[in-house]
Nanobody, 120 residues
Framework: QVQLVESGGALVQPGGSLRLSCAAS????????MGWYRQAPGKQRELVAV???????NYKDSVKGRFTISRDNAKNTVYLQMNNLRPEDTAVYYC??????????????WGQGTQVTVSS
């Protein structure tokens, strides 16, 4: 089994910054893709940023230039640096990881979510 634990969510004023972290632990051989999603009240969960194993990264258009995803493979951790935050960024942020187990199976795991609120 694998656990993903997120941290870093908070209440921040518009224009402020936050850094989210997500650490994976458990029965992990390696991790392929790690990503961040968010879900605002009354809306569907949407992809914010994804980091493929290697240097490839993809972002939702509205966060390009403001958010940066990075990862520390040695620590099985993914980060989301969020700058110039806007009220529309308010949501619960979830991380996920596509974990390769020793068995050869790949399974996607999700964190429990961390609340980000952008408000004055």
């Amino acid at each position: 089994q694998v656990q993903l634990v997120e941290s870093g969510g908070a209440l921040v004023q518009p224009g402020g910054s936050l850094r989210l972290s997500c650490a994976a632990s458990g029965s992990i051989f390696s991790i392929n893709t790690m990503g961040w999603y968010r879900q605002a009240p009354g809306k569907q969960r949407e992809l914010v940023a994804v980091s493929l194993r290697g240097d490839s990264r993809n972002y939702k258009d509205s966060v390009k230039g403001r958010f940066t995803i990075s990862r520390d493979n040695a620590k099985n951790t993914v980060y989301l640096q969020m700058n110039n935050l806007r009220p529309e960024d308010t949501a619960v942020y979830y991380c996920n990881a596509d974990v390769l187990h020793l068995s050869g199976n790949v399974r996607r795991y999700w964190g429990q979510g961390t609340q980000v609120t952008v408000s004055s």
